[in-house]
């Protein structure tokens, strides 16, 4: 599979994990409360409800937080491909396109990461969705416990009896709030540990004498079956198993201190489960790729994935290579151009910045440079432009080394004809004595009738020296073998670039380097024959 159809079958698993995030959110049963109303004041079994309610906005944050790392990196690879796409084939061209084939990767791996991160999270948003429901009913009971003739009270933050007194305006009340918007603020650790919440354990919330209790959620009152909010029963579990009343008035808050001591995840356990998924929700952090250019190619993972193609494929141009020399010039390589320590990254994309492209918008296109390149479509079809318009440069190229084949066998032929012409002229002479009047030949009885009389050695290699020196037409070569050879060098070292580019495209890491080597040797023998012609 292609990058890019694994990127966009990442998205769309990223897209319908956060229509389970919002359903979720949106369809759970909850009561929530205005924040930032005196909760400093509330008691753990409140401000547990109220953490609950930042599970959405935390799993919201880091998927959302991904897509401008994830089209900064992209954008980033497309114009380095591009740009090295043009390029001559030197170190620098090869630390750039292993930059752009490790952003890639290493977007994948994020990918993946944020899809298993978004399948966590929407089964963490159903666990403490549903604890944090139960807890909110019970409010919702309590609320309605606490009344009388003329009043209803809401729940807030009541130390005491006497604190109730006329609590009906809106900042003590609990109120409907549907607000699910992205928000990466965590719950302290002082309210959420690896172990448990910090709610502890109270075996009796009842007012001595009362029949109700001051919780700073507001007063539980059992008193009689029928007549108030919930009835006398003995072992009732509320709000999850938080708390349990009793046959008598007595109400005892459950410690939840310590739900999950080992790190391990009790899916039979409400209280248990969701403690585990929220802690998960506040300290996970999908997301490690930063968003600036600079900053993309410095991060060590990008870093790390560029070594590691630049140390195969120097393997795979040298199959001989020692480990300590493939470490020492793939070090050298990133130290040359991608050095993360220093300012060589940051002046290469100056140097990439200030060069000229098409521009893919404008009709004729005419250029831009790449700095103004910043949408990742826009990067995209820059790429493909760039791609489509060298295919008839290669074409062109490898009809051009067609040529210079050709024409090298025919000089190959005129050489050895011109040789076979004055051996001819020799062996035509029959008598010794006409042959030692040709300072060119030389006669050997020796040899068999019609070749006694042969061309003189020196004569021969003069000869053939000669047509080194001169075409098919007999006049003197200045300076086309150089220039036909440094066409054929230059096509050989393009060829190899654009082949590359067409196959980092639409491979990705193991797959990229094997189909590497066979680019590599079609430059080799692309330069064999510039060196063979001449």
């Not at 966009?8 to 930032?36: D, M």
């Not at 109730?164 to 992205?182: F, L, M, P, R």
């Not at 959420?192 to 075996?203: D, M, Q, R």
């Not at 004055?422 to 030692?436: H, I």
Request: with cysteine; net charge neutral.
């Amino acid at each position: 599979m292609s990058w890019a159809t694994r990127y966009k079958t990442g998205w769309r698993c990223i897209n319908l994990a956060i229509s389970v995030v919002l359903a979720l959110t949106l369809l759970q049963h909850t009561y929530a409360a205005k924040e930032g109303v005196k909760e400093a004041n509330w008691q753990p079994l409140c401000k547990l409800g109220l953490n609950l309610r930042k599970a959405p906005k935390l799993a919201r944050h880091h998927i959302q937080s991904f897509k401008p790392a994830i089209q900064a990196a992209d954008t980033l690879a497309s114009k380095l491909l591009t740009y090295a796409l043009n390029a001559p084939w030197t170190n620098e061209t090869l630390a750039i396109t292993a930059a752009a084939a490790a952003l890639k990767d290493v977007m994948q791996t994020e990918l993946d990461r944020l899809v298993n991160y978004a399948d966590k999270a929407a089964g963490a948003i159903a666990t403490t969705s549903a604890l944090r429901g139960e807890i909110e009913e019970l409010l919702t009971v309590l609320d309605t416990g606490h009344s009388n003739s003329a009043t209803s009270f809401c729940l807030g933050n009541a130390g005491a009896n006497s604190a109730w007194s006329g609590k009906v305006n809106g900042e003590n009340c609990i109120t409907q709030n549907w607000e699910h918007d992205a928000d990466g603020t965590v719950i302290p650790e002082t309210e959420l540990t690896p172990a448990g919440f910090n709610v502890a354990a109270v075996p009796n919330l009842i007012k001595t004498g009362g029949g109700k209790t001051a919780t700073m959620c507001g007063y539980f009152q059992s008193g009689n079956v029928g007549t108030t909010a919930h009835a006398k029963t003995s072992n009732v579990k509320l709000a999850g198993g938080i708390c349990v009343q009793g046959a008598n008035d007595n109400v005892a808050q459950q410690n939840l201190q310590a739900l999950t001591p080992a790190g391990t995840r009790t899916a039979t356990e409400l209280t248990a489960a969701a403690h585990f998924d929220m802690y998960f929700l506040n300290t996970e952090k999908p997301l490690n790729l930063p968003t600036s250019e600079e900053s993309l190619l410095k991060d060590s993972s990008v870093q790390a994935a560029t070594k590691a193609m630049v140390k195969n494929i120097l393997k795979l141009k040298d199959p001989e290579i020692t480990a300590a020399a493939q470490e020492a010039q793939s070090t050298k390589i990133i130290k040359d151009y991608l050095d993360s320590a220093g300012t060589k990254i940051k002046d290469l994309l100056a140097k990439i910045d200030n060069e000229d492209t098409t521009d893919v918008e404008a009709k004729p296109q005419p250029r831009r440079k790449f700095s103004t390149i910043t949408k990742t479509t826009k990067a995209h079809e820059t790429l493909v432009y760039a791609v489509v318009n060298t295919r008839a440069l290669l074409a062109e190229a490898n009809a051009r080394a067609d040529e210079l084949t050709a024409a090298a066998k025919l000089t190959g032929n005129k050489k050895q004809d011109h040789v076979k012409s004055a051996e001819q002229t020799c062996n035509e002479l029959k008598e010794k004595s006409d042959c030692d009047t040709n300072n060119k030949c030389t006669y050997d009885k020796t040899k068999e009738n019609g070749k006694k009389c042969t061309l003189r050695n020196e004569e021969k290699e003069k000869l053939e020296k000669e047509s080194q020196e001169t075409g098919k037409d007999g006049k003197t070569n200045t300076n086309t073998t150089g220039s036909n050879s440094f066409v054929v060098k230059k096509n050989a070292s393009f060829a190899c670039s654009f082949a590359y580019m067409m196959k980092l495209l639409t491979v990705i890491g193991k797959g990229f380097l094997i189909l590497f080597i066979k680019i590599w040797y079609y430059e080799e023998f692309l330069n064999l024959i510039a060196f063979d012609i001449f």
